[in-house]
């Protein structure tokens, strides 16, 4: 499937990824700091979100010609990671959108690096921390919501 590249994006200083998926609606995926360290805070992390359909408010321009039936608001997901993380998620990303794709959670790889799932009052679990990144964000006092531990094979249903 074709990716296209912007400049612009929620977080208003990262670029996103788009491409349309085979029922023709339109996808993203956008990596920006969650948190980071600032002069008010200087030894705050910095954690990265990767984020798929998220913020789905965003206008995204399609190409001329191209047919889309607008924007997927069926799937979402956010992936919080340690800087030193994300290279080695991205390939694992691509085989969840095309595991997703294909509605079919068997062809979903392990993950690269263990994770938990947030556990929402309502809605699917599409929230996941790497062990690592939650590790330090409760150090610094910074995580509240409950979280169950989730590695392996065990994703696969969950997250899609």
Known sequence: MPVNISGTSYSSNSPIASWMDNRRRLNYVNIYAYIAPDEFI??????????????AL???????????????????????VLPREILDFL??????????????????????HPFELNLPAVGLCNDPWTEKARLLTKNQGLCESPSVNVLGDETRAILL
């Open 42 to 55: 200087p030894l705050r992390p910095f954690i990265l979100r990767l984020a798929i359909n998220k913020s």
């Open 58 to 80: 965003q206008v995204m321009m399609v190409k001329k010609g191209q047919v889309c039936r607008g924007l997927n608001l069926l799937w979402d997901f956010e992936l919080t």
């Open 91 to 112: 390939p694992w990303i691509v085989n969840l959108v095309e595991a997703h794709e294909k509605g079919s959670p068997l062809l979903l790889q392990s993950p690269p």
